[in-house]
């Protein structure tokens, strides 16, 4: 099991000649704020701060409560650090990720796997996947395995499809189906389902290079205001032994990591006891949550829905049956976990919040905190449910540009419903906004611009009546992070005697004009009073190079 971290005591600082604010709410900002043992001790003017063993110029600069991304892979991210990029900024068509796809392919030895990740046709000229016909066409002497950036749908070549042993005659799987052409030959494409068999079935990246990536990932992270992280599915990438088998590594190299981290295991509560797991709090390394898939995504249109996407004649899908679902979900919150479900489609959210409820009246729980994951297509009546359960809507307000093309053409008008934020917000639900990185953006500061914006700046804004303040976003971000991790009695302010948990910013979001949000740069994040990104000094920092040595030396 995950082992609670060795924590080491940071000295006292005073951080001074900036702008301190307590909270998103705190509109009087103090000027210094001083640390010491991994607490807030005192914040108000320099003149009367206490004497402290370390002084820090802000120079000006605005200080924050760090932030939480209550849903993100980073697992993901690391994985695809060691792939080849074929996002859209990487290649503009699909003959331009073939191209980069090539040019990997001359550089190992024939029959080694070409993985790549990244891919999002949206952004390609085509606006499709390539075929499989195409990449046979350019890679004929290696497997090619593409992943699309939502890590949902795969597409692979002739090759790949032969050492998977998957021919035409192969069935399609529940929860999921390969793609074939007109006359019924697989295409090369596989959604939900199908794509994670081959997921799981493809040879594996180098253990070694896989933790350095996700220590690295993880690092760069705190680069970007992040004081802790929710891994949204641990198992969702290459299967759960697997991931947690790498991120036990990573905790046994013992070194404490520079962000408080939190897990969904993606089990059944019989595979978690099987492995011994039970809910667990904690505060630096905790494990208590379980995740589950209700449906799919709208880019697949495989959302479950309750009206035709307008561009397809189809209402999605359940990833499994909805009875077996619920019963899962009623065993899960009977064990003690809370419980988090994607849910994308507004058949597939009204399914779960029945199973919260069902859940709640078979064995009454206080505070579980259960999870609805995206609440992208809101079902009716939903939020009033979900604050009569006390149930959290996590939900990534950086799709709203990001799936721009994907979300318009899926709901035409209805897309004004979508990803919904004020109505969350004014139904006294609790509304924690995250990334989903990398099918989101892994910058917390585009998804605080996007729950303002509504991606104004990418288009016509995406339901515009469901704009949030800058000050309800960064709450999210900070306290309602840290709700998602029942963790906000300790941490999420900088009131006196909570987390050290703060980042320093280079303008005050509360005042700046909105539309210039996502340009926001992290200058020092701190964590447990320890500075672990500093870009004033321009240094690494010392326990950063403890951390990655640890690795190394493991």
């Not at 597409?155 to 390969?178: K, R, W, Y």
Request: net charge negative; aromatic share 6%.
């Amino acid at each position: 099991m995950f082992k609670s971290p060795m924590i080491h005591a940071a000295p006292s600082i005073l951080l001074t000649n900036g702008r301190v604010y307590r909270s998103a709410w705190d509109e009087v900002p103090a000027d210094s704020i001083v640390v010491n043992d991994g607490k807030v001790i005192w914040t108000g003017a320099a003149d009367a701060a206490p004497a402290t063993g370390e002084t820090i110029d802000l120079n000006g600069a605005t200080v924050i409560p760090g932030l939480t991304d209550a849903h993100i892979h980073l697992f993901a991210i690391a994985h695809a650090r060691l792939q080849v990029p074929v996002t859209p900024r990487d290649a503009a068509s699909i003959t331009g990720v073939l191209d980069l796809l090539a040019a990997r392919a001359k550089e190992i030895a024939a029959g080694r796997w070409v993985y790549a990740a990244g891919l999002d046709e949206n952004g390609l000229a085509e606006h499709r996947l390539p075929t499989r016909a195409e990449i046979d066409a350019v890679i004929p002497d290696h497997p090619v395995m593409i992943r699309r950036f939502c890590g949902h749908i795969g597409v692979v070549n002739s090759a790949a499809l032969e050492l998977l042993n998957i021919d035409d005659g192969t069935a399609d799987p529940e929860g999921g189906h390969f793609g074939r052409d007109s006359n019924g030959r697989l295409d090369g494409s596989a959604v939900e389902s199908a794509a994670e068999l081959m997921f799981r079935s493809v040879p594996p990246l180098d253990t070694l290079e896989l933790i350095d990536a996700l220590r690295s990932t993880i690092i760069d992270s705190t680069k970007l205001g992040l004081v802790a992280a929710v891994e949204a599915a641990v198992g969702f990438t290459v299967g759960f032994d697997e991931e947690f088998a790498v991120w036990n590594s990573i905790r046994a190299q013992g070194a404490t990591q520079p962000m408080r981290l939190g897990f969904m295991n993606q089990l059944d509560p019989s595979e978690a006891a099987e492995r011994r797991l039970k809910p667990a709090l904690d505060a630096d390394w905790q494990s208590m949550t379980l995740k589950y898939f209700a449906d799919g995504i709208v880019g697949g249109r495989t959302s479950a829905v309750s009206e035709d996407f307008v561009d397809t004649p189809s209402r999605g899908m359940f990833m499994r049956d909805e009875a077996e679902l619920q019963r899962v979900i009623g065993e899960a919150h009977a064990d003690g976990w809370q419980v988090a479900v994607h849910c994308t489609g507004d058949r597939a959210i009204d399914c779960i919040i029945e199973a919260y409820e069902k859940a709640q009246a078979t064995h009454p729980r206080a505070d579980a905190r259960h999870r609805v994951e995206h609440y992208f297509v809101p079902p009716a009546g939903g939020l009033a449910r979900m604050k009569a359960l006390g149930a959290l809507v996590v939900t990534q307000p950086s799709f709203l540009t990001r799936m721009r093309r994907s979300i318009t053409g899926a709901f035409g008008p209805r897309a004004d419903i979508c990803y919904p934020g004020r109505t969350v917000i004014d139904a006294g639900v609790t509304y924690i906004a995250s990334s989903d990185a990398p099918t989101g953006s892994w910058s917390p500061w585009d998804g605080i611009g996007d729950a303002v914006g509504r991606a104004s700046d990418s288009g016509a804004p995406i339901g515009a009546d469901e704009t949030v303040t800058v000050r309800e976003a960064i709450h999210s971000y900070t306290v309602g992070g840290a709700i998602a991790m029942k963790q906000e009695s300790w941490r999420g302010t900088l009131e006196n005697g909570m987390a050290a948990d703060l980042v320093v910013l280079d303008r005050d979001p509360f005042t700046t004009d909105a539309a210039l949000l996502k340009s926001t740069q992290v200058l020092l994040t701190m964590v447990r009073g320890a500075v672990v990104h500093d870009a004033l000094k321009q240094d690494a920092m010392p326990h950063q190079d403890e951390w990655r040595s640890a690795a190394h030396s493991a």
